[in-house]
Protein backbone atom coordinates (compact mmCIF):
# COMPACT_ATOMS: atom_id res chain seq x y z
CA UNK A 1 0.00 0.00 0.00
CA UNK A 2 3.15 2.29 -0.01
CA UNK A 3 4.78 2.68 2.98
CA UNK A 4 7.85 0.20 1.69
CA UNK A 5 8.72 -3.69 1.93
CA UNK A 6 11.88 -2.85 4.04
CA UNK A 7 12.30 -2.40 7.96
CA UNK A 8 11.05 1.24 8.47
CA UNK A 9 12.66 4.17 10.65
CA UNK A 10 10.07 4.44 13.43
CA UNK A 11 12.15 6.70 15.67
CA UNK A 12 12.86 8.93 12.79
CA UNK A 13 8.94 9.48 12.18
CA UNK A 14 7.54 12.86 12.29
CA UNK A 15 5.24 13.41 15.59
CA UNK A 16 1.84 14.85 15.28
CA UNK A 17 0.87 17.13 17.94
CA UNK A 18 -2.55 17.89 19.42
CA UNK A 19 -4.71 18.83 22.19
CA UNK A 20 -5.26 15.79 25.11
CA UNK A 21 -8.19 15.25 27.01
CA UNK A 22 -9.22 12.26 28.82
CA UNK A 23 -13.12 10.90 28.57
CA UNK A 24 -13.10 8.83 30.98
CA UNK A 25 -10.28 8.31 33.54
CA UNK A 26 -9.30 4.55 35.15
CA UNK A 27 -12.25 3.33 37.37
CA UNK A 28 -11.27 0.78 39.88
CA UNK A 29 -14.40 -1.50 39.94
CA UNK A 30 -14.98 -1.26 35.94
CA UNK A 31 -11.30 -1.50 34.64
CA UNK A 32 -11.55 -2.45 31.46
CA UNK A 33 -12.14 0.55 28.55
CA UNK A 34 -12.16 -0.21 24.82
CA UNK A 35 -14.19 0.09 21.47
CA UNK A 36 -14.49 3.88 21.56
CA UNK A 37 -16.35 5.67 19.16
CA UNK A 38 -17.30 9.16 18.03
CA UNK A 39 -19.67 11.82 16.59
CA UNK A 40 -20.62 15.17 16.43
CA UNK A 41 -24.79 15.37 16.73
CA UNK A 42 -26.68 18.04 17.93
CA UNK A 43 -24.17 20.50 18.71
CA UNK A 44 -22.06 18.73 20.86
CA UNK A 45 -19.55 15.78 20.60
CA UNK A 46 -20.20 12.33 22.05
CA UNK A 47 -18.14 9.60 22.65
CA UNK A 48 -19.31 5.98 23.50
CA UNK A 49 -17.33 2.82 25.09
CA UNK A 50 -17.39 -0.80 26.88
CA UNK A 51 -16.91 -0.61 29.85
CA UNK A 52 -16.69 -3.66 32.37
CA UNK A 53 -14.12 -6.12 34.33
CA UNK A 54 -11.13 -6.41 34.95
CA UNK A 55 -10.92 -8.88 31.56
CA UNK A 56 -12.17 -8.05 27.88
CA UNK A 57 -15.66 -8.63 26.95
CA UNK A 58 -16.85 -11.00 30.31
CA UNK A 59 -20.07 -11.33 31.71
CA UNK A 60 -21.95 -7.72 32.96
CA UNK A 61 -19.57 -5.83 30.06
CA UNK A 62 -21.64 -2.57 29.94
CA UNK A 63 -21.42 0.67 27.61
CA UNK A 64 -20.97 4.03 28.62
CA UNK A 65 -20.97 7.63 27.03
CA UNK A 66 -20.22 10.72 27.89
CA UNK A 67 -20.49 14.42 25.91
CA UNK A 68 -18.04 17.60 25.33
CA UNK A 69 -18.60 20.76 23.57
CA UNK A 70 -15.43 21.49 22.66
CA UNK A 71 -14.10 17.79 22.49
CA UNK A 72 -11.50 17.98 25.77
CA UNK A 73 -13.51 18.26 28.53
CA UNK A 74 -16.36 15.78 29.35
CA UNK A 75 -19.63 15.00 31.12
CA UNK A 76 -19.30 12.44 33.65
CA UNK A 77 -19.26 9.03 32.32
CA UNK A 78 -23.32 7.95 32.17
CA UNK A 79 -24.55 3.61 31.45
CA UNK A 80 -25.90 3.44 27.51
CA UNK A 81 -26.74 0.09 27.97
CA UNK A 82 -26.43 -2.23 30.68
CA UNK A 83 -27.47 -6.51 30.29
CA UNK A 84 -30.48 -7.22 32.24
CA UNK A 85 -30.00 -10.99 32.39
CA UNK A 86 -26.77 -12.90 33.77
CA UNK A 87 -24.10 -13.92 32.00
CA UNK A 88 -24.65 -11.71 29.23
CA UNK A 89 -22.69 -8.71 27.77
CA UNK A 90 -22.39 -5.49 25.75
CA UNK A 91 -19.54 -3.99 23.23
CA UNK A 92 -19.70 -0.62 22.09
CA UNK A 93 -20.18 -0.72 18.39
CA UNK A 94 -20.78 3.15 17.37
CA UNK A 95 -23.35 6.08 16.54
CA UNK A 96 -25.32 6.09 13.79
CA UNK A 97 -27.11 9.09 12.43
CA UNK A 98 -29.86 8.18 10.06
CA UNK A 99 -32.41 10.56 9.17
CA UNK A 100 -31.41 12.90 11.54
CA UNK A 101 -31.86 10.12 14.70
CA UNK A 102 -28.74 9.44 16.92
CA UNK A 103 -28.89 5.74 17.10
CA UNK A 104 -26.39 3.71 18.92
CA UNK A 105 -25.42 0.61 17.77
CA UNK A 106 -24.01 -2.48 20.38
CA UNK A 107 -23.63 -6.01 20.10
CA UNK A 108 -25.05 -8.10 22.84
CA UNK A 109 -24.00 -11.93 24.10
CA UNK A 110 -23.76 -14.70 26.05
CA UNK A 111 -21.12 -16.01 27.78
CA UNK A 112 -17.38 -14.46 27.53
CA UNK A 113 -16.50 -13.07 24.41
CA UNK A 114 -18.94 -12.26 21.41
CA UNK A 115 -17.15 -15.43 19.40
CA UNK A 116 -17.42 -18.91 19.76
CA UNK A 117 -20.65 -21.30 20.06
CA UNK A 118 -23.30 -20.97 21.60
CA UNK A 119 -23.12 -16.81 21.55
CA UNK A 120 -26.45 -15.92 21.07
CA UNK A 121 -24.90 -12.91 19.17
CA UNK A 122 -26.89 -10.31 17.84
CA UNK A 123 -26.53 -6.86 16.78
CA UNK A 124 -29.10 -4.11 18.98
CA UNK A 125 -29.60 0.10 18.39
CA UNK A 126 -30.68 2.09 20.81
CA UNK A 127 -31.92 5.72 20.41
CA UNK A 128 -31.55 8.93 21.47
CA UNK A 129 -34.43 10.61 23.17
CA UNK A 130 -33.61 14.29 23.19
CA UNK A 131 -37.19 14.80 25.48
CA UNK A 132 -36.14 12.57 28.23
CA UNK A 133 -32.28 12.93 27.91
CA UNK A 134 -32.27 8.83 27.79
CA UNK A 135 -31.70 5.82 25.41
CA UNK A 136 -34.40 3.92 24.11
CA UNK A 137 -33.87 0.47 23.03
CA UNK A 138 -35.38 -0.11 20.04
CA UNK A 139 -34.64 -4.07 19.09
CA UNK A 140 -32.12 -5.61 16.95
CA UNK A 141 -30.67 -4.50 14.04
CA UNK A 142 -29.47 -8.07 12.62
CA UNK A 143 -28.93 -11.70 14.28
CA UNK A 144 -25.64 -13.24 14.52
CA UNK A 145 -23.89 -10.16 13.82
CA UNK A 146 -21.16 -8.41 14.98
CA UNK A 147 -20.28 -4.75 13.28
CA UNK A 148 -17.01 -3.35 13.19
CA UNK A 149 -18.30 0.39 12.46
CA UNK A 150 -21.39 1.97 11.68
CA UNK A 151 -22.55 1.74 8.39
CA UNK A 152 -21.85 4.33 5.55
CA UNK A 153 -23.48 5.68 2.29
CA UNK A 154 -22.70 3.95 -0.69
CA UNK A 155 -22.78 6.21 -3.97
CA UNK A 156 -26.23 4.05 -4.54
CA UNK A 157 -27.56 5.63 -1.54
CA UNK A 158 -28.07 2.66 0.37
CA UNK A 159 -25.99 2.11 3.81
CA UNK A 160 -23.44 -0.63 4.28
CA UNK A 161 -21.54 -1.61 6.88
CA UNK A 162 -19.22 -4.83 7.78
CA UNK A 163 -20.28 -7.69 9.74
CA UNK A 164 -18.40 -10.70 11.35
CA UNK A 165 -20.47 -13.91 12.45
CA UNK A 166 -19.98 -15.31 15.56
CA UNK A 167 -17.28 -17.58 13.87
CA UNK A 168 -15.03 -14.47 12.55
CA UNK A 169 -16.60 -15.07 8.94
CA UNK A 170 -17.23 -11.56 7.45
CA UNK A 171 -19.55 -10.23 5.19
CA UNK A 172 -21.34 -7.37 3.86
CA UNK A 173 -24.62 -5.76 4.99
CA UNK A 174 -26.40 -3.66 2.48
CA UNK A 175 -29.43 -1.81 3.12
CA UNK A 176 -30.92 0.39 6.34
CA UNK A 177 -33.28 2.62 3.60
CA UNK A 178 -36.71 1.48 4.69
CA UNK A 179 -35.89 0.91 8.16
CA UNK A 180 -32.89 0.58 10.34
CA UNK A 181 -33.42 -3.24 10.33
CA UNK A 182 -33.61 -3.89 6.74
CA UNK A 183 -30.29 -5.45 5.36
CA UNK A 184 -29.28 -8.10 3.29
CA UNK A 185 -26.00 -9.91 3.59
CA UNK A 186 -23.29 -10.19 1.17
CA UNK A 187 -20.19 -13.00 1.72
CA UNK A 188 -16.91 -11.44 1.79
CA UNK A 189 -14.32 -13.88 3.04
CA UNK A 190 -15.12 -16.98 5.17
CA UNK A 191 -12.53 -17.14 8.35
CA UNK A 192 -10.12 -19.84 7.20
CA UNK A 193 -10.39 -19.48 3.23
CA UNK A 194 -7.36 -18.06 2.86
CA UNK A 195 -4.25 -20.00 4.21
CA UNK A 196 -2.64 -18.00 6.90
CA UNK A 197 -5.32 -15.19 6.51
CA UNK A 198 -7.16 -15.10 9.76
CA UNK A 199 -9.61 -11.91 8.84
CA UNK A 200 -10.91 -9.70 11.86
CA UNK A 201 -11.91 -6.37 12.22
CA UNK A 202 -12.91 -5.07 8.72
CA UNK A 203 -13.47 -1.74 7.46
CA UNK A 204 -13.96 -0.10 4.12
CA UNK A 205 -14.25 2.79 1.79
CA UNK A 206 -15.13 4.06 -1.43
CA UNK A 207 -12.25 5.40 -4.26
CA UNK A 208 -12.35 8.03 -6.54
CA UNK A 209 -13.26 5.42 -9.40
CA UNK A 210 -16.14 4.02 -7.53
CA UNK A 211 -14.18 0.87 -6.22
CA UNK A 212 -14.53 -0.34 -2.73
CA UNK A 213 -11.59 -1.37 -0.88
CA UNK A 214 -11.87 -3.62 2.34
CA UNK A 215 -8.58 -3.29 4.51
CA UNK A 216 -8.57 -6.18 7.61
CA UNK A 217 -6.66 -7.21 10.17
CA UNK A 218 -5.12 -10.25 9.90
CA UNK A 219 -4.99 -12.47 13.37
CA UNK A 220 -2.62 -15.34 11.11
CA UNK A 221 0.60 -13.35 12.29
CA UNK A 222 1.76 -11.63 9.43
CA UNK A 223 1.81 -7.91 10.57
CA UNK A 224 0.37 -6.77 7.73
CA UNK A 225 -3.02 -5.99 6.61
CA UNK A 226 -4.74 -7.11 3.86
CA UNK A 227 -7.11 -5.77 0.98
CA UNK A 228 -9.86 -6.81 -0.91
CA UNK A 229 -11.66 -4.85 -3.48
CA UNK A 230 -15.45 -4.78 -5.03
CA UNK A 231 -16.74 -3.19 -8.37
CA UNK A 232 -20.20 -3.43 -7.78
CA UNK A 233 -21.32 -1.53 -4.71
CA UNK A 234 -20.07 -4.80 -2.19
CA UNK A 235 -21.87 -7.38 -3.62
CA UNK A 236 -19.15 -9.38 -4.30
CA UNK A 237 -15.20 -9.04 -2.91
CA UNK A 238 -11.90 -9.94 -4.65
CA UNK A 239 -10.11 -12.82 -2.53
CA UNK A 240 -8.23 -10.40 0.05
CA UNK A 241 -4.82 -10.47 -0.45
CA UNK A 242 -1.23 -9.41 2.12
CA UNK A 243 -0.21 -5.74 1.33
CA UNK A 244 3.08 -4.74 2.81
CA UNK A 245 1.42 -1.96 5.24
CA UNK A 246 2.68 -3.00 9.11
CA UNK A 247 0.22 -3.87 11.60
CA UNK A 248 0.73 -5.04 14.92
CA UNK A 249 -2.53 -7.28 15.10
CA UNK A 250 -4.77 -4.18 16.21
CA UNK A 251 -8.24 -2.24 15.09
CA UNK A 252 -7.68 0.29 12.26
CA UNK A 253 -9.84 3.13 11.26
CA UNK A 254 -9.78 5.66 8.27
CA UNK A 255 -12.07 8.58 7.14
CA UNK A 256 -11.20 11.15 4.10
CA UNK A 257 -10.46 14.87 4.97
CA UNK A 258 -12.98 17.34 3.72
CA UNK A 259 -10.08 18.75 1.62
CA UNK A 260 -9.26 15.54 0.14
CA UNK A 261 -6.50 13.57 1.48
CA UNK A 262 -7.55 10.14 3.34
CA UNK A 263 -5.79 9.27 6.48
CA UNK A 264 -5.86 5.57 8.21
CA UNK A 265 -4.80 4.90 11.69
CA UNK A 266 -2.82 1.90 12.96
CA UNK A 267 -0.37 0.44 15.39
CA UNK A 268 2.03 0.72 12.52
CA UNK A 269 4.97 -0.84 14.26
CA UNK A 270 4.80 -4.40 14.88
CA UNK A 271 8.35 -4.22 17.05
CA UNK A 272 6.51 -2.41 20.30
CA UNK A 273 2.88 -3.45 19.31
CA UNK A 274 0.58 -1.00 20.87
CA UNK A 275 2.76 1.25 22.49
CA UNK A 276 2.96 3.57 19.70
CA UNK A 277 -0.31 4.75 17.39
CA UNK A 278 -0.01 6.04 14.14
CA UNK A 279 -1.62 7.97 10.92
CA UNK A 280 -0.76 7.24 7.59
CA UNK A 281 -1.62 10.05 4.25
CA UNK A 282 -2.78 8.94 1.42
CA UNK A 283 -3.76 11.56 -1.78
CA UNK A 284 -5.26 8.92 -4.10
CA UNK A 285 -7.07 7.38 -1.22
CA UNK A 286 -5.25 3.74 -2.13
CA UNK A 287 -1.11 4.28 -1.54
CA UNK A 288 -0.22 5.48 1.90
CA UNK A 289 2.99 7.34 1.34
CA UNK A 290 3.36 9.75 4.32
CA UNK A 291 3.44 8.41 8.16
CA UNK A 292 3.59 9.73 11.19
CA UNK A 293 3.22 8.82 15.47
CA UNK A 294 0.62 10.60 17.20
CA UNK A 295 1.91 12.43 20.06
CA UNK A 296 1.62 10.44 23.57
CA UNK A 297 0.74 12.71 26.42
CA UNK A 298 2.33 10.50 28.82
CA UNK A 299 6.12 9.94 29.77
CA UNK A 300 5.06 6.52 30.85
CA UNK A 301 5.13 3.10 28.18
CA UNK A 302 1.68 2.27 27.68
CA UNK A 303 -0.54 0.84 25.31
CA UNK A 304 -2.69 3.07 22.63
CA UNK A 305 -5.15 1.48 20.45
CA UNK A 306 -8.42 1.20 19.01
CA UNK A 307 -8.63 4.70 17.43
CA UNK A 308 -11.66 6.26 16.25
CA UNK A 309 -11.64 9.82 14.32
CA UNK A 310 -13.81 12.64 13.57
CA UNK A 311 -13.41 15.96 11.34
CA UNK A 312 -15.36 18.82 12.79
CA UNK A 313 -14.91 22.16 13.06
CA UNK A 314 -11.20 22.86 11.33
CA UNK A 315 -9.62 19.91 13.80
CA UNK A 316 -9.63 16.32 13.95
CA UNK A 317 -10.53 14.43 17.08
CA UNK A 318 -9.41 11.32 17.68
CA UNK A 319 -10.40 8.65 20.32
CA UNK A 320 -8.29 5.59 21.63
CA UNK A 321 -7.93 3.68 25.04
CA UNK A 322 -5.19 3.52 27.27
CA UNK A 323 -3.80 0.36 28.49
CA UNK A 324 -7.54 -1.51 28.02
CA UNK A 325 -8.44 0.85 31.34
CA UNK A 326 -9.00 4.84 30.10
CA UNK A 327 -10.37 6.63 27.45
CA UNK A 328 -8.70 9.39 25.86
CA UNK A 329 -9.04 11.91 22.68
CA UNK A 330 -6.38 13.51 21.06
CA UNK A 331 -7.94 17.10 19.12
CA UNK A 332 -5.13 18.09 15.86
CA UNK A 333 -5.42 20.99 13.99
CA UNK A 334 -6.41 20.15 9.86
CA UNK A 335 -3.29 22.62 9.98
CA UNK A 336 -1.02 20.31 11.28
CA UNK A 337 -2.31 17.63 9.12
CA UNK A 338 -1.80 20.00 5.58
CA UNK A 339 2.09 19.54 7.10
CA UNK A 340 2.46 15.98 6.79
CA UNK A 341 1.05 16.32 3.68
CA UNK A 342 4.46 18.30 2.74
CA UNK A 343 6.77 15.93 4.40
CA UNK A 344 8.89 13.24 2.50
CA UNK A 345 7.88 10.48 1.40
CA UNK A 346 8.24 7.27 4.32
CA UNK A 347 10.82 5.31 3.00
CA UNK A 348 12.09 1.75 4.48
CA UNK A 349 16.08 2.23 6.01
CA UNK A 350 19.03 2.08 3.61
CA UNK A 351 20.74 -1.27 4.06
Known amino acids: MGIGDGPLDYEALPELPGEH ?4 PADSDLKFQLHNYLVHHDGRYWCMWSQGPPVEDEPSQQIRYATSEDGLRWSQAQ ?12 IARGFWVREGQLLALAA ?12 ELELQALAWDRSTQTWIPRG ?17 GEWMMTRRDSRFNVSMLIG ?34 ERLVGLFRDNGGSNRLFRAFSTDHGRTWSTPAMTNFPNATSKIYSLRLSDGPRLLFANANPGVGRRQLHVALSDDGLTFRRLARLANPSPKPATLQYPHAIEHNGHLLIAFSRNKNQTEVLKVSLAALREMQSLPVTRPKAP
Open 21 to 24: GIVC
Open 79 to 90: VLVRPVREGYAY
Open 108 to 119: HFHGKGAFGVNK
Open 140 to 156: RVFENAINNFPPQRLST
Open 176 to 209: GEKHWNDWREFPVVARAQVEGFRPDEPIWWALPD
